[in-house]
């Protein structure tokens, strides 16, 4: 089982990345896919999820209306789109797989998460 972050670099606030989880070892169709972010010094922190199954979607109140998060059923891939991007958005991002059944303050939670990707780094310059 992998989880594969890619899309992570450095930009300017006001800026746009989108970042990408390619999976791969076993189906996640009755899984939810969730995105966390762990600044230094910080605890990691929510970001957004999605129900593989049917694309419902969940989104911190810090990023609502900039991030966007999707999910590519023939790539098995899924995405955040990261627009406006501002400092403190400044973090590691990982993506996660979890089990779906968890209601919408299940799925903000990192420890219902079983699957976890190594991170890739959002740094967005003031």
């Known amino acids: 089982v992998q989880l594969v972050e890619s899309g992570g670099g450095l930009v300017q606030a006001g800026n746009s990345l989108r970042l990408s989880c390619a999976t791969s070892?076993?189906?996640?169709?009755?899984?939810?896919m969730g995105w966390f972010r762990q600044a230094p010094g910080k605890e990691r922190e929510f970001v957004s999820a999605?129900?593989?199954?049917?694309?419902?979607?969940y989104y911190a109140d810090s990023v609502k209306g900039r991030f966007v998060i999707s999910r590519d059923n023939a790539k098995n891939t899924v995405y955040l789109q990261m627009n406006s991007l501002k400092p403190e958005d400044t973090a590691i991002y990982y993506c996660?797989?979890?089990?779906?059944?968890?209601?919408?303050?299940?799925?903000?939670?990192?420890?219902?998460?079983?699957?976890w990707g190594q991170g890739t780094q959002v740094t967005v310059s003031s």
């Open positions: 070892g076993r189906s996640f169709r009755t899984y939810a």
């Open positions: 996660a797989s979890g089990n779906a059944y968890y209601n919408t303050y299940g799925l903000g939670i990192a420890a219902h998460y079983n699957y």
């Open positions: 999605i129900r593989w199954s049917d694309g419902s979607t």
